[in-house]
């Protein structure tokens, strides 16, 4: 079982014919409140691609709670231990525009209040993998991640939004998965300095972790101790690209609590992302495990010793 720690949103989603610049004020067309935040995301995404998951985090007791949940409820994620605390439910403002790029603002609200403690012993004892992000506060994360490693239990950490990433957390995960800004804010941390298509295994040299590095439409790569691979999707439509991440991570997720190889996780997991720009919305456009299969049989991909 994948156990998720993370954020629980509702998205607010507003569609504009391209971003605003500072200062402006643009008229859109539509405006959506939709389910979201990376924890529920990936948790969701996990879900629909074959793995038994548990979310762990928190709502608030506001109208917003209900909504944000309700499609992880009806597909069987266990929320037993998702708290409700006296602060608003998460909430995310995003425009999309006519291209499918997003601007996206996230007030943390009921999530700062997330507890690691909140994982159950049951869950504790049936988990194969703990899924992390950084909307909930890092020191829960460190928490979580600590007590995983305590327990043998592999950790999976999508280093978003960016921030700092303190030493203890660096030390207790096993699979960094990060974005080319991301990458390259992690390496400025590490003092690293590489050619984009060498940062990732720069920081697998340096952190002695398996790193995986998102880069949109020409898929991902990932770099393990002495070997290193690419995958890159067919050329598709890009009708929203809000929660591509997530949909990739959680994929990836669910491939690696399979145990499945390198280049097939990551093949996997570039359908995932790949399909979720094919509709709108964060969890609406998650495809299942039999539709990432078939599409993942479309990607290219290539690995070789390092």
Known sequence: MIVVFGSINLDLVARVPR???????LCGSTLAALPGGKGANQ??????????????????????????QAGLHAA????????????????ALIHIDD???NAITVIAGANAAARATAITPAQWSRATLLLLQLEVPVTQVTEAAREARGR???????AAPMQALPQGLLDTIDVLVVNEIEVEALARQCG??????????????????DVVQTE????????????????????????DSTGAGDAFTGALASALDRRLAWPEALAFAVAAGTLACGGIGAQS???????IASFAARVESTDRPS
């Open 19 to 25: 971003l605003p610049r500072p200062g402006e004020t």
């Open 285 to 291: 456009a998650l495809a299942d495990g039999i539709t």
């Open 152 to 158: 043998g239990i592999r950790v999976v950490l999508n």
């Open 216 to 239: 949109g439409a020409r898929g991902a790569r990932f770099a393990a101790a002495g070997w290193h691979g690419h995958a890159r999707p067919p050329a598709s439509a890009i009708v």
């Open 192 to 209: 690293i300095n590489a050619a984009k298509d060498s940062i990732a295994a720069a920081l697998c040299g340096h952190l002695g972790i």
């Open 43 to 68: 948790a969701l995404a996990a879900r629909l691609a074959g793995a038994d998951v548990a979310l762990v985090g928190a709502v608030g007791r506001d109208a917003f709670a209900g909504p944000a």
């Open 76 to 91: 069987g994620v266990d929320m037993s231990a998702v708290a409700a605390v006296d602060a608003p439910t998460g909430v």
């Open 99 to 101: 291209a499918g790029e």
